[in-house]
């Protein structure tokens, strides 16, 4: 008895072991890769649905995916109708473990082709470097979860014949339930679906329980597979909580529509499996398993748009809104600095509508508390990323970013203290020095506002020409002002508050493009690739204006 407790526990033990190498040797050997892929292909309902399933079958692993995909959704760089999307193929990319163990693992000796494998792997872990060490331990993961089935189908064989399945509840309802009980739990300490899976099809191909107590099994493993999500949505975002409600809701309405269809399910498998030719009970619980995901999508899908809609209901958005993504999750993360530059970018549309304001004479008062928000929200961006790990660590580009971000932070703090300034707009604005400049800084900051608001770049070049030129008019206008006011053709107070203005206005246009030229998009896609230039980014550039009464050109 204990030599086969051994052996059992001993076979789960290697098939988790292969998993997690597995699982973290191909998320390690992708690098970036599963990161651009996923905001890449996640634009319709099909495509996030395609990607979910694709994702989770490489890396073998439907918590991954669903973690991966929380993580995106908290920072804010897939929208979360396509988050969910992901999650219901996470659901069907994770039954291609089963359909891998009964196909191979149950079908084949495997271990002499197996053993080698770790073999290989592990030496590649080894003299390798970078990538290929990582797909090293990938090959070594692989390999051990074949040899973990082995060794379960050891200790599933002597189990067999101490245990009688009709001893085992599953003929009523109430013993069926309780099998789905004991499934989840099963998930639930093992940490793994697949593991609980690949125990229970060894366990069915040895004649330890029969086809309907397997499949009760196997729908309890696929509720329980909701645990991980729910607890990596602690202390996250609204919407990373509401993508792990939509995984916690899709697996427990599948698992009960799967349950209230159990016997139908099993008899319609068993005979289109003899139909076929197939009369292999592993096979056939591994296209049950696919099956009751597959009608889980089909009754999703079609609602994704009211199902996402009533998730918004259940879990609204709560506290600030322009610092929403930065959740401690997220700060853990390497989203981390993508978050950030986000909301770099809502605080940046939140001024440029106080700045639309300010610039307006019709409405010149100033609007204290947007203003203030802007701050609070700079404030608590500083010490998001004051929590975040270095970014050195995370590679040359990321490093680059992160310290750009901290650039548009500064300029955007100068803005919004530029902001707050009454230099007396509305009294002087019908001066000619003063009309030319308002007149260009109001067209850049309506250009940059209707491009953030499309998400598209900040059009840095036009901002790059309006504060060129605007500072060129100041250095024009200066010594023309104070001229006049010398000889008696414009009394001084007036004088001073023109100049005063135009300096204010080329303050303005000055850190708006200072702003737009580092707010480099948020970008697991690539798009840095397309922004950022090859090899060593120059990141200490001095962003300090020139004197701004200073005859030299400025050179930004």
Known sequence: ???????????????????????????????????????RFTGGRISALLSGTALTAIVQSSSAT???????????????????????GANLGTTSTGWLVSALGLKFSVTKVALPLVGVGALLRLVARGRWAHLGFALAGFGLIFVGIDTL???????????????????????????????????????????AMATTLTALHSGSIDPTQAAALVIG???????????????????AKRTALAHVLFNLVTGVLAFLLLPLLVSGIQRGG????????????????????????????????????????????????????????VAKSPLAVDAAVLTARAILEELLTLLRRRLSPERPAHPAERRERVLDALRTT?????????????????????????HVLDHLDRLAEAAGESPGLERVLEAEEVRVVHAK??????????????DASVPHSLLEDTSRAIAA???????????????????????ATILETVRWLDRLAYHLWRVGEHLIPADPAGIAQAVLPEGPTKVNEDDDPPPRDSPEPRDG
């Open 1 to 39: 008895m204990a030599s086969m407790v051994s052996t059992l526990v001993g076979g789960i033990g290697l098939f988790l072991v292969g998993m997690i190498l597995l699982t973290e040797g191909m998320k390690a050997f992708a690098g970036d890769s599963l990161r651009r892929f996923l905001a």
């Open 66 to 88: 669903t973690l991966a995909t929380i993580g995106f959704v908290s920072a804010g760089l897939i929208g979360f109708e396509q988050a969910v999307g992901v999650i219901l």
């Open 153 to 195: 189908q050891l200790g599933m064989q002597s189990l067999a014949t101490r245990l009688d399945p009709a001893s085992l509840p599953g003929a009523g309802i109430g013993g069926r339930l309780l099998l789905g009980l004991f499934g989840a739990l099963m998930t639930v300490v093992m940490q793994s679906s697949s593991a």
């Open 221 to 239: 493993q696929n509720v329980g597979t909701t645990v991980t999500a729910g607890l990596g949505s602690i202390g996250a975002s609204a919407p």
């Open 274 to 329: 003899r139909w076929l030719g197939v009369d292999d009970g592993a096979l056939q619980l591994a296209a049950f398993h696919t099956v009751f995901n597959v009608l889980g999508v089909c009754l999703f899908l079609p609602v994704l748009g009211g199902f996402a809609r009533l998730l918004n209901h259940l879990v609204p958005e709560r506290g600030p809104h322009l610092t929403r993504l930065l959740g401690p999750m």
């Open 382 to 406: 500083r010490e998001f990323l004051a929590g975040v790990p270095s970014a050195v660590q995370l590679g040359e580009r990321h490093y680059a970013r992160h310290v750009s971000l901290m």
């Open 441 to 454: 800084l109001v067209a850049a900051v309506h250009a940059a506002r209707e491009a953030l608001r499309a």
């Open 473 to 495: 008019e100041r250095k024009r206008s200066r010594p023309h002002l104070l001229t006049a006011t010398a000889q008696g053709k414009l009394p001084p107070i007036r004088g």
